[in-house]
């Protein structure tokens, strides 16, 4: 069974940064496609980053240059460091996976850590 556990949520003053982790068990993150996604309740869910299986790597064009998608394959652990955070960031991020490429669906998805940005 597929767990993906989200966290470094918190709150955060506009400009300032957070970590998310990510971590995994019962699917190994060096093998699978994997990525970030955040909603803001009543909306879709949207895009943060995707990383897929043979690490091509694509971001939201409202985070690039400010969110950088990482993982730590010891710990089976992915991160997503947000710098310049802005009010407009603030969302539950949600970590997902699939095993090998990215068929179009992700398989798993974590609980979700909640992202609040003050102005």
């Known amino acids: 069974q597929v767990q993906l556990v989200e966290s470094g949520g918190g709150l955060v003053q506009a400009g300032g940064s957070l970590r998310l982790s990510c971590a995994a068990s019962?699917?190994?993150?060096?093998?699978?496609?994997v990525a970030w996604y955040r909603q803001v309740p009543g909306k879709q869910r949207d895009m943060v980053v995707t990383?897929?299986?043979?690490?091509?790597?694509s971001y939201a064009d409202s985070v690039k240059g400010r969110f950088t998608f990482s993982r730590d394959s010891a710990k089976n652990t992915v991160y997503l460091q947000m710098n310049s955070l802005a009010p407009d960031d603030a969302a539950v991020y949600y970590c997902?996976?699939?095993?090998?490429?990215?068929?179009?669906?992700?398989?798993?998805w974590g609980q979700g850590t909640q992202v609040t940005v003050s102005s």
């Open positions: 997902a996976a699939s095993r090998g490429a990215f068929g179009g669906r992700w398989e798993d």
């Open positions: 990383v897929t299986n043979t690490e091509l790597t």
């Open positions: 019962g699917i190994m993150f060096t093998s699978s496609s």
